[in-house]
């Protein structure tokens, strides 16, 4: 074998080491971002949660006034023929 042979085989197997050595930097680095991501959902989870429950008061409630304001439309329209003032007051 010439020199130049041994020059590119050396070259060869170093770029394939480091290539390697990359390789199972960068598994390392997937693992601890997946396992950063479970985390977080795992905090998450309890405020997200929280939130959904906040948004579903706010959507009743959201519903109850607006019935009120159509109850006091319709009073003030004179429609509320039927209804009795205290169930517009309400």
Not at 60 to 86: C, F, N, P, T, Y
Request: glycine share 4%.
């Amino acid at each position: 074998m010439n020199i130049v042979a041994v020059v590119w085989i050396v070259v060869g197997v170093v770029t394939l080491v480091l290539l390697l050595i990359f390789l199972i930097s960068l598994v390392r680095q997937v693992q601890r971002l997946s396992q950063s991501v479970i985390q977080f959902q795992r905090d998450i989870k309890p405020v997200l949660e929280s939130i959904q429950q906040d948004a579903a008061v706010a959507q009743e409630h959201s519903v109850r006034v607006q019935a009120k304001v159509e109850d006091l439309r319709a009073l003030r329209e004179g429609d509320g023929r039927g209804r009795s003032r205290a169930r517009a007051r309400r």
